[in-house]
Structures are given as structure tokens and as C-alpha cells.
């Protein structure tokens, strides 16, 4: 009965097919135990980084009754698919379009002029015609590895052997001409993390363990500017930096490195210039699985190759998370917070990520 109703509901209308044989299953499922749909969930929405979706198993949500058998069972699971991507895809069109409507009020008077110099973070896939802006702390080791698969090579590699050069080129490499050919043709994609949250990991991973060059070529001019009082085994150096201090330095116009901000907590509209670059897809790191699975999907990647998820630096440090983030600011005064809220402005901004804290404005 349930069916039948489903089924002249939406006879002779216009609606896609796809949407017929979901009224059709989902009737079932209500019919058959209503309290399962409760189980789906609705964790789809992916504006934010406080709003995360999964991929549904729906095998899950069925009980082992006589029902359960395998045709309700493949319905079901296919029109979830159809609806998770049909979901994705409509996010990714509003994504680029608040890029957009923040550009034209923000960035009108930037450079419409494509040239080497705006792109030197693209990392290029000729094989399925990929191009990939590679924002660091936004899991772009793992996306580097998995660009390297889709060329054929290895996928077990070291992290310094990923970054090292060998296996990828950037597009700044090419001339002028190659470049636009890729712009014009390639699938363009970019992956963003909320910033505070990106801009910690940065500071965890370089000052919270051995990492020479950091310590010496950021950290000795941090400790000697904002630290009072500080040891001369520190300005020998390095080591120690605490994060109030870091964010001293961030905010600081006049800072004591020349260039001052590294690629590993610059602005994603600096590194990738989505103001000039209309990108195919603008992911995010929160939702890294099934967001690079529709990538791949996109570009028509073998189905065996996915991006890792395995943590490649530090393993054993915990992966920086909204509570740790909480648990690092809690130390910084909300003066020092806003003004690195301002200067994250703009990301947060067009990336549609919530402010950070409430008392921010």
C-alpha cells in the first residue's frame, strides 16, 4: 500500500528516476521499522567545520530479521550514494560560489593576470589531469602521496621522500602556455582546515619537537623579541617556544623574520589564489575521506587508490583536535585572539568557518 502511494505520488510527474525508486525504499523501511531512519542521521551539512557529515553505512541500520534481505538491502545502499553525492555536489557549487561573493567584495583590486608566481603551490597529475593546491596542515602529505599512486609510482614512501620533489611537479615549472592549458583543462582542487586549528597544528609539529630549521630560523628571534628574560641556552637555540609567544609573533606587523609567514600557517587565499582560480572543488580537511573520495571519483581514479588517513609526522602525537585547540588558547589572552582572528579573517570568511570563540567579533 505504502508503495503504491509512493509510486502515484510521483507518476507523471518530472522528477528523476532516482527520486521514484527512494520514495519506493524508504516507504519499506518506514513500513517495516520506522525507527530506523532515525539511524541515517543527518550530519550532512558541510559549511562548517563543527558540522561534519559521514557516508552512511546503511547496512548497519538494518536488524538481522527475515526482511533483511539483499535486494532492500542494495535499494537502500544505492540511493544512499545517489543522495550523499547529490549532496556534495550541490555543497561544492554554494562553496564556490561564497568564494566568489567574497572575492568581488574583498579582492576587486587584485591582479587578473595568471603567472608563474600565483601558482607555485599546485602540484600537477598529468595522467588524470589533476591539479592540486597544496595547503600545508590540511592533509597534504597524504595528498601528495596519493597524486604520486595515481602516476603509478610507489605509495609507501617517506614522508621527506613525498615532499622531496622527485615524483611531482608544480605547475609553476611549466611555461606560461602549459600553465593556462592545465588551468583551462585540469580538475582544479583545493582542501582548507579551520585556521586556528591548522595554525596550532603548525606550531605543535614544528616547535614541539625536533625540527632544526624552525627552531633556529623562527624560534630564537621569537624567544629574544617576546619572551621576558630569557635564557641564553634559549637564544642559543631555540627550543621552547611557548604558543602565546607564537601568537605574538603572528600578529605582529614588524616581525622579527624577514617574510615571517611560512607556507605552514600563510592564508589559504595567499597560497592558492582562489580569487584568480576557479577551482572544481574546494574541500575540506574535517571531512577529508569521503570529500576526497568524490574528488577521485571526479577525475576517475582506479577505485583501489584512496587518500590515506594514517597521521605520517609525529605518530605518536595526537592529532590536533577542537578540544586541544580550546585547550592552547585558553592561554592566550582574547586581545592577542582577536587580532589573529583578524588576521585569519578573510579564511574564515570565505571558507565558511564559524568564529573560533563566542566572544570574538
Not at 95 to 104: I, Y
Not at 197 to 223: C, T, V, W
Not at 331 to 355: A, E, G, P, T
Request: aromatic fraction near 14%; glycine fraction near 4%.
Amino acid at each position: 500500500m505504502l508503495r503504491r502511494r509512493a509510486v502515484n505520488c510521483l507518476r507523471g510527474s518530472r522528477a528523476p528516476r532516482f527520486l521514484l525508486l527512494f520514495a519506493v525504499g524508504f516507504s519499506l523501511v518506514l513500513f517495516f521499522k520506522p525507527e530506523m531512519i532515525q539511524k541515517l542521521g543527518t550530519g550532512m551539512e558541510l559549511g562548517s567545520a563543527t558540522q561534519q557529515p559521514r557516508e552512511v553505512n546503511v547496512y548497519s541500520i538494518f536488524p538481522k530479521t527475515k526482511i533483511h534481505t539483499l535486494l532492500l538491502q542494495t535499494v537502500i545502499v544505492s540511493l544512499a550514494k545517489k543522495w550523499f553525492w547529490k549532496n556534495l555536489s550541490d555543497i561544492r557549487e554554494r562553496r564556490n560560489q561564497l568564494v566568489k561573493e567574497t572575492c568581488a567584495k574583498y579582492k576587486r583590486s587584485i591582479s587578473k593576470e595568471i603567472t608563474p608566481v600565483s601558482v607555485p603551490h599546485m602540484f600537477v597529475e598529468d595522467k588524470h589531469k589533476l591539479l592540486y593546491c597544496n595547503v600545508a596542515k590540511a592533509g597534504s602529505s597524504n595528498w601528495k602521496r596519493t597524486l604520486i599512486a595515481l602516476t603509478g609510482e610507489d605509495r609507501n614512501l617517506k614522508h621527506e621522500e613525498v615532499h622531496g620533489g622527485r615524483y611531482l611537479r608544480t605547475l609553476n615549472s611549466f611555461n606560461h602556455g602549459e600553465i593556462m592549458h592545465r588551468l583551462k583543462t585540469y580538475t582544479k582542487v583545493l582542501f582548507v582546515r579551520e585556521p586556528f586549528e591548522r595554525m596550532l597544528s603548525a606550531f605543535r609539529d614544528k616547535f614541539n619537537n625536533p625540527e632544526a630549521f624552525y627552531h633556529r630560523q623562527y624560534g630564537i628571534p621569537i624567544i629574544s623579541k617576546y619572551r621576558d628574560n630569557p635564557s641564553q641556552e634559549a637564544l642559543k637555540t631555540g627550543h621552547g617556544v611557548m604558543f602565546k609567544e607564537f601568537v605574538k609573533f603572528m600578529i605582529d606587523e614588524n616581525r622579527p623574520v624577514p617574510g615571517g609567514v611560512d607556507n605552514h600557517w600563510d592564508l589559504f587565499h595567499d597560497l592558492c589564489s582562489p580569487c584568480l582560480i576557479d577551482y572544481d572543488f574546494i574541500g575540506k580537511f574535517e571531512n577529508m575521506e569521503e570529500e576526497s573520495n568524490f574528488v577521485l571519483r571526479m577525475v576517475d581514479a582506479p577505485p583501489n587508490i584512496k587518500v590515506p588517513s594514517f597521521k605520517d609526522r609525529n605518530p605518536s602525537d595526537k592529532r590536533t583536535s577542537l578540544s586541544i585547540t580550546e585547550t592552547y588558547f585558553s592561554k592566550v589572552s582574547w586581545k592577542d585572539r582577536q587580532r589573529l582572528y583578524d588576521f585569519y579573517y578573510l579564511d574564515y570568511l570565505m571558507f565558511n568557518y564559524s568564529k573560533p570563540f563566542n566572544d570574538l567579533f
